[in-house]
């Protein structure tokens, strides 16, 4: 008896300072993916015309937004397994002092090469950020609160890029290389922030012994994967529309870059408010798969409303009813992969990743392919790929029913 009373004690401390870690935790994590994000969305509005101050061609050009993406796609799982190992903490900061290099190095570029070689370095280690902060959410959430935190770290990275693409144009107005420094600036900032004042937050050797010893072959070969290709759906859809929307509201309702600027913001905030505060309560109360399937849905309106925009009010409000569905996926998607996953949650956040890249590289070119065919049809793909989307769920589901009762909760 006096044991049992003991070890309810100690179970009720360890949970007290676990709930205390996480309430002071989440916020810093905010912190850091949110200042993350705003140094990359510096860059986002100067890079073409700074590569073409430096003599890029427009495939030049290409190439040097798509270098960073690929890089991204190769070694973001690598990070996440060897986060799995020693830790969040250090490789969070390598990922962020890569970035910090890599902006500060753009910025001092006198050749085209430099932009070439900054772009690729920064690809490589900064692909460490995104799957070691989600695995770090995934370490200091419960499984009830998983889709919270994962929803927290999706707002933190809506934001930085509403508020990142606007400090760049501002400065870029003095000079075009002082964004960059800028970004480098707010990326050291972060690797202090994480440096002083995160912990590390995988301190529990079973969880380093299952991440070294469980083979990916087999997590493969799981449920799990299919969720990776819904994400992919997912990302394609998503990254045709931002290659193409400018040129289709132009056409369509006459709107310059000033107020797609305005019409990026609005939807960026509407995202990022959903993505922080309502997915956590949706998916505690019905599970991450009902919180996917409603997304999907949302994102298919979003698009078929897009095709009749007619002026800034339309554009802003059926791109904010698109930005909102696809908003609240990938937490949703994040937090049930990372539930169900039998590798580490770095190993399975970093596929992720990779397959969210994957999507950033294809979806461009893709969706201009698209355009060229018919201004409508990269939203009418958008459709089609979102019931994709909505049927490989559905098969995953289906396929998961063979997995614990822990893991099937989720889906919804």
């Not at 250090?90 to 962020?96: D, H, N």
């Not at 440096?195 to 937050?201: G, N, Q, R, Y």
């Amino acid at each position: 008896m006096e044991t049992d009373i003991r070890l309810s004690a100690t179970y009720n401390i360890e949970r007290s300072e676990h709930l205390l870690h996480t309430k002071k935790a989440l916020p810093i994590l905010f912190s850091v993916m949110f200042l993350v994000m705003v140094g990359f969305g510096i860059i986002i509005p100067v890079l073409p015309f700074y590569a073409e101050e430096l003599g890029a061609s427009p495939a030049q050009l290409g190439l040097l937004m798509a270098v960073y993406s690929f890089m991204q796609l190769m070694f973001a799982p690598m990070w996440g397994r060897i986060s799995d190992r020693i830790g969040r903490k250090p490789v969070m900061m390598l990922g962020i002092l890569g970035l910090a290099f890599s902006f500060f190095f753009m910025g001092a570029a006198t050749e085209l090469w430099m932009l070439f070689a900054a772009r690729i370095i920064g690809g490589f280690l900064s692909s460490a950020n995104m799957p070691t902060v989600m695995a770090y959410a995934a370490d200091i959430t419960s499984e009830e609160d998983r889709g919270k935190g994962m929803g927290i770290i999706g707002a933190a990275v809506g934001l930085g890029f509403v508020f990142g693409p606007a400090i760049g144009g501002i400065f870029s107005e003095t000079s075009l290389a002082l964004p960059f420094y800028i970004a480098g600036a707010s990326s050291l900032l972060t690797f202090f922030l994480v440096l002083f004042i995160l912990k590390e937050s995988l301190g529990n050797e079973e969880e380093r012994i299952r991440a070294e010893k469980t083979p990916f072959r087999k997590a493969w070969n799981s449920p799990i994967s299919i969720l990776y290709f819904l994400q992919l759906f997912v990302s394609l859809s998503l990254s045709g529309l931002e290659a193409t929307f400018a040129y289709f509201a132009a056409e369509k309702a006459g709107l310059g870059t000033i107020e797609l600027g305005y019409i990026f913001m609005i939807m960026g905030f509407c995202g990022a408010l959903v993505q922080g505060g309502l997915v956590g309560k949706l998916t505690k109360q019905f599970g991450e798969g009902f919180v996917i399937q409603i997304g999907i849905v949302t994102s298919a309106l979003g698009f078929a409303l897009i095709l009749l925009v007619n002026n800034f009010a339309t554009a802003a409000v059926f791109l904010s009813i698109f930005g909102i569905g696809n908003g609240v996926i990938r937490p949703s998607v994040s937090a049930l992969i990372t539930k169900t996953a039998t590798t580490g949650y770095g190993n399975a956040a970093g596929f992720l990743s990779s397959f969210d890249s994957l999507g950033r590289i294809i979806g461009p070119p893709l969706g201009g392919w698209f355009f060229s065919i018919s201004i409508g049809l990269p939203y009418i793909s958008g459709i089609v790929l979102s019931f994709a989307a909505f049927l490989l769920y559905y098969v995953y589901k289906t396929q998961s029913k063979k997995l614990p009762v822990s893991a099937s909760s989720a889906e919804g």
